[in-house]
């Protein structure tokens, strides 16, 4: 059988490396090919380690997802970012606090070519040892994986696949939580988990935790807005 995708229905697409007893890198493309017996949801494939140029093939899918790279524009100036610190609570939980964007852009265009030349990083929160990245194309997930540090997987996701979103402050002092919620058109798909568990939807819902009083929440609210009214033509 020989089954094509069109790009068109590829909605999130991931890399991930070779971990220490690991020896295969990973493709995943995330599809609004849904239906209760489908098995185009979510497509995975291995790839050799030292066999496959994985950035180069997360540049391809940027160019084919995201859009062809254009020359480069001019880089904005850097907005103002809190960071405050690594507290107990922050640790046990890995909740994102908001770190420097330029720094951030340098490190994954430098250090590990993460981004298409014409895009640049607006917003990066990190936690314990993940980060996320909101850039002019799309959401990005680092998850670094096992105690080592050595499998992480890259995860996009385009602004275009975003279709609702939602920013929700912490509550009360035992709440220390701020929430970045957003509903994406890829197919509901709890992975290894019982098929109606609406708490593991996989990439249909993603939630973002936030340190209390570490993120400007309003301005999050704002740049969400902003990324994701004009898409929707609105």
Not at 12 to 30: I, N, Q
Not at 154 to 178: M, N, T, Y
Request: aromatic share 10%; with cysteine.
């Amino acid at each position: 059988m020989y089954k094509s995708l069109l790009w068109k229905c590829v909605k999130a697409f991931a890399v991930e490396t070779a971990g220490t007893f690991d020896r295969d890198y990973e493709l995943k493309l995330w599809t609004n090919l849904g239906g209760p017996e489908s098995k185009m949801k979510c497509i995975e494939q291995d790839l050799r380690s030292g066999q496959t140029d994985l950035m180069g093939l997360q540049r391809f899918l940027s160019d084919k997802i995201l859009g062809m790279d254009r020359k480069p524009s001019p880089v904005q100036d850097p907005k103002p970012q809190a960071d405050s610190g690594n507290g107990f609570l922050s640790w046990c939980g890995n909740d994102n606090r908001q770190v420097d964007a330029g720094e951030a852009e340098r490190r994954f265009r430098e250090e590990t070519p993460l981004l298409q030349e014409s895009e640049h990083v607006e917003f990066a929160f990190k936690g314990r040892r993940d980060m996320v990245l909101l850039t002019t194309k799309r959401v990005i997930e680092i998850d670094v994986k096992g105690w080592s540090g050595k499998k992480q997987e890259f995860r996009s996701l385009p602004w275009s696949s975003v279709i609702a979103f939602a920013v929700r402050s912490a509550g009360s002092w035992l709440d220390k939580d701020a929430e970045m919620m957003l509903w994406t058109e890829i197919a509901y798909d709890p992975g290894d988990d019982e098929e109606d568990d609406p708490d593991k939807p996989g990439m249909a819902y993603i939630e973002l935790d936030f340190k209390k009083d570490a993120v400007d929440l309003m301005a999050v609210q704002r740049y969400l807005a902003m990324r994701c009214l004009p898409l929707a033509g609105l």
